[in-house]
């Protein structure tokens, strides 16, 4: 008889670890067992229709923040198609009332509350029992003869991780191009009242040579990023840099996502993370706010002061990708506060800087704290805040376009040197990206579709408007644009196109000399192999020495670049003047 495992995740590439896990847990002793992976993107009618087709006995669904509304229309409607299906649920998104749950949906047979591997090989072997007796099987929510629903003792979370078999199946040829998620361990130390994470006490590891077998089988499998899912990664210092520097002695082309304690990073941390290569390691650190009465409110103990310098260290020094998160509409933290968050995080420069909208998670402490905190917030999920006592819903709108402006430019990367000029011009970067957001509202661009190279022009008009002179931000647009991608054709505000200065290359390429201090790599090819790969562009000042010193306004004099273009990146040489004459 069928038993189907199945799922929605948030996008094509992520993969739901929670429910490999059970299945791998399950499958040897339950070979009738079968687990499909779809997706909130796709078609709901042929979700539902593949789940019907295939016709299984009992259909068990992971759910989640993203996914519960799509999961009960789908079990609604396959219960009227085959009312003899079983439909039970599980996951963090049904745990907190899961009686309620099933007295509203009425085609909802059972509920998984807790981690489920335990709980369901017990209600596997229950099932097949010739008369089912699901009062015994902690962890299980379930409707007595009448349809009430009954709720069992809680199952403990399990104390030995070993007990659990690799999540995944031997071949891991179709993860390759997945975004895999891992833990090497759950629970977390940390009380932190928006998160769920909260009401688990203390942590469990995996042993770490399994660990360090686990995470070969994934560089050996060549998969493209493995997000490893605990709370709080090195809340263990000295166990995650032993992870760290076996990683290092193991090198590959998987990327590892970490999320960490920023200001549990010490020396030795930082000089082991200083090897690590390009593309390795990301670290994911959630600051959320800076404001000392909301990190108080929120349980958050933080030395921001340490975080922000160890952090920034990593960023500047090292080839670890830097990803700070903020959320806005914490209880104490109004607009003003949140900007002031928002400017201690981007002080740090770091890679990426999500801009986040609280949500009241069911169970979590400040759900359980709405009415004190005089919280507004969507009914349905993802519960995202409108309004507290600290914040209205017109600020929030406000933070949104700033939060669209911060990915579209910031995080983008594209636009480093330009940022860099334009910082030190506002009171601060909430004030830059506040009156950019309010320039860019008050044009209707927050409601179309937009070319990524049009970004580039949008930008220097509001700073020329709000500087009153945009020369010197075009140069550095120009040279952000170019260290992205070559173009021989540059928009008109970059100069258009310049062929006397693509001609210089026909010149320069005849002296083996100059082919092996800018391009040895190349020393088979053509010259006009050669100008297909490189750009050479022309700048009123110095982009390098603006970097080098962003609040100064740099001197004006022509200065000649070289970009070249390798798959692996962009390289940019400044050209001395006789050699282009």
């Known amino acids: 008889m069928k038993i189907l495992l199945t799922t929605l995740n948030a996008k094509f590439v992520h993969t739901s670890l929670g429910l490999w896990s059970i299945y791998q847990y ?56 085959a009312p003899q299906t079983l439909i039970v649920l599980g996951g963090p998104e049904v745990w907190d009332d899961p009686a309620g749950l099933l007295s509203r949906n009425p085609w909802i047979d059972q509920i998984i509350v807790g981690e489920g591997e335990l709980t369901f090989k017990e209600w596997l072997a229950e099932y097949a029992a010739p008369a089912p007796r699901w009062e015994g099987i902690r962890g299980l ?20 991780l070993d007990q659990l078999p690799f999540p995944y199946p031997d071949d891991l040829r ?33 042993p770490m040579e399994r660990v360090k077998r686990e995470l070969l089988r994934f560089i050996a499998a060549e998969v493209a990023q493995i997000k490893l899912v605990d709370r709080s990664f090195n809340c263990h210092p000295g ?3 032993e992870i760290w520097r076996f990683l290092l002695e193991h090198p590959g082309r998987t990327n590892f996502h970490f999320e960490i304690v920023g200001d549990l990073l010490d020396e030795e941390s930082l000089e082991i993370l200083s090897q690590a290569p390009p593309g390795l390691f990301q670290f994911e650190v959630g600051v959320q706010s800076t404001h000392p009465e909301t990190l108080r409110l929120i349980e958050r103990r933080m030395d921001f002061d340490r975080l922000a310098r160890q952090c920034g260290r990593l960023a500047r020094q090292s080839n670890v990708f830097i990803h700070l998160d903020l959320i806005a509409g914490l209880p104490a933290e109004d607009y003003q506060t949140f900007g002031r968050s928002f400017d201690d995080n981007l002080a740090i420069r770091p890679h990426r ?22 919280y507004i917030y969507t009914e349905e999920a993802p519960y995202e805040v409108l309004a507290n006592r600290w914040i209205g819903y017109a600020e929030l709108l406000r933070l949104k376009i700033i939060e669209d402006l911060l990915e579209r430019y910031y995080n983008s990367g594209r636009f480093r040197l330009s940022f860099e000029y334009l910082f030190p011009r506002f009171p601060g970067p909430f004030r830059l990206f506040e ?6 509202k008050s044009r209707g661009y927050d409601q179309v579709a937009h070319k990524v190279k049009d970004l580039y022009g949008y930008l220097l008009q509001f700073g020329a408007a709000a500087l009153g002179d945009g020369a010197t931000l075009a140069n550095t647009l120009k040279y952000d644009l170019l260290a992205q991608e070559r173009l021989v054709e540059l928009p008109e505000w970059a100069g258009g196109s310049a062929p006397e200065l693509q001609r210089i290359g026909y010149r320069l390429w005849q002296e083996a000399a100059l082919r092996e201090r800018y391009i040895p790599d190349w020393a088979g090819l053509s010259i006009r192999e050669i100008q297909r790969k490189v750009v050479f562009a022309a700048f009123d000042f110095d982009p390098a020495g603006l970097a080098a010193d962003p609040g100064r306004e740099p001197a004006r004099r022509r200065f000649t670049y070289l970009f070249v273009y390798r798959p692996q990146g962009v390289a940019a040489h400044l050209l001395p003047e006789e050699m282009i004459r």
């Open 239 to 241: 166990r995650a840099k």
């Open 174 to 206: 179709p993860f390759r191009e997945k975004l895999v998620y891992y833990e090497t361990s759950r629970g977390c130390p940390y009380h932190c009242q928006y998160c769920l994470s909260a009401n688990e006490r203390g942590v469990r590891f995996l």
């Open 353 to 374: 800087l999500q801009l986040g909208f609280l949500k009241l998670l069911r169970g979590s402490g400040l759900r359980n704290k709405a009415a004190e905190y005089g």
């Open 435 to 440: 009156a950019f957001g309010d320039w860019w």
């Open 26 to 81: 399950c499958r040897g002793d339950y070979p009738e067992l079968q687990f499909r992976e779809f997706n909130i993107n796709q078609d709901l009618d042929w979700v539902g229709g593949e789940i019907f087709l295939e016709r299984a006995a009992v259909v068990a669904f992971s759910c989640n923040i993203w996914n519960l509304q799509l999961t009960l229309n789908i079990s609604r409607r396959l219960k009227a198609l």
């Open 141 to 160: 929510v379930y409707r007595d003869a009448a349809g009430k629903p009954l709720r069992n003792e809680e199952r403990p979370p399990l104390a030995d």
